[in-house]
């Protein structure tokens, strides 16, 4: 599949939503003068990363289509830990879950009709050199990891919290993306990261203040 119009309309808007999450989080951060961790921020994140998924399947990257499945469960994590996942409807949260999961396991099937031809397109493209795809994987992977990494210490908080290893997490994995989005010239990718990046870098610095009165 080529990069029609629409399909970089959809990735802008799954960006867009990206951003948007990032900007809410930050002007509440901003109020409250400490990094905060608001519901909407975990709302806007697992809409977006379900469209950005399906972007990457448009694309044929598997570098984003690797990035978004790790962020599903850590989204839903937070989302839990705030009460709201499990404070739905049981009928809701099945159908929201059943759509989230079914999703990429379909997209992936259709693919796999044809292993052969699904690796040739996602690790042999000629659009893609092998070790870009490796490169931008290794981004997707830093950046997802920073989520993990963000479960794991709230978990251990017993709280759903954005830490200062969050941000300079976002900053290393945000910083590998780019390069990797200028090099295929993807302007979907270069623009929604640039966005996060000067977020992330505030953040850290209303993290650092907010630990040092």
Not at 148 to 160: C, F, N, T, V
């Amino acid at each position: 599949m080529d990069s029609a119009p629409l399909v970089y309309v959809l990735g802008f808007i799954a960006q867009g939503l990206f951003s948007a999450r990032i900007l809410v989080q930050w002007i509440m951060s901003e109020k409250a003068g400490k990094v905060v961790s608001p519901t909407i921020f975990w709302v806007l994140s697992l809409i977006a990363s379900y469209l950005f998924f399906i972007y990457g399947w448009l694309r044929n990257d598997f570098s984003i289509m690797l990035g978004q499945v790790i962020g599903y469960c850590v989204y839903i994590w937070n989302l839990k830990a705030k009460g709201v996942w499990n404070g739905m409807k049981p009928a809701l949260r099945w159908l929201l879950g059943f759509i989230l999961a079914a999703t990429p396991v379909t997209l992936l099937a259709l693919m796999l009709r044809d292993p052969s031809a699904a690796a040739a397109s996602l690790f042999s493209n000629d659009k893609i050199p092998l070790w870009l795809i490796l490169f931008g994987s290794l981004g997707q992977v830093i950046f997802s990891l920073r989520f993990l990494y963000q479960a794991l210490y709230s978990a251990k908080k017993g709280e759903s919290i954005l830490p200062a290893g969050f941000w300079i997490i976002s900053l290393v994995g945000s910083a590998i993306i780019i390069t990797y989005g200028i090099i295929r010239l993807d302007p979907v990718i270069i623009l929604g990261q640039a966005c996060g990046f000067i977020s992330y870098t505030r953040n850290l610095m209303i993290w650092k203040k907010s630990h040092a009165s």
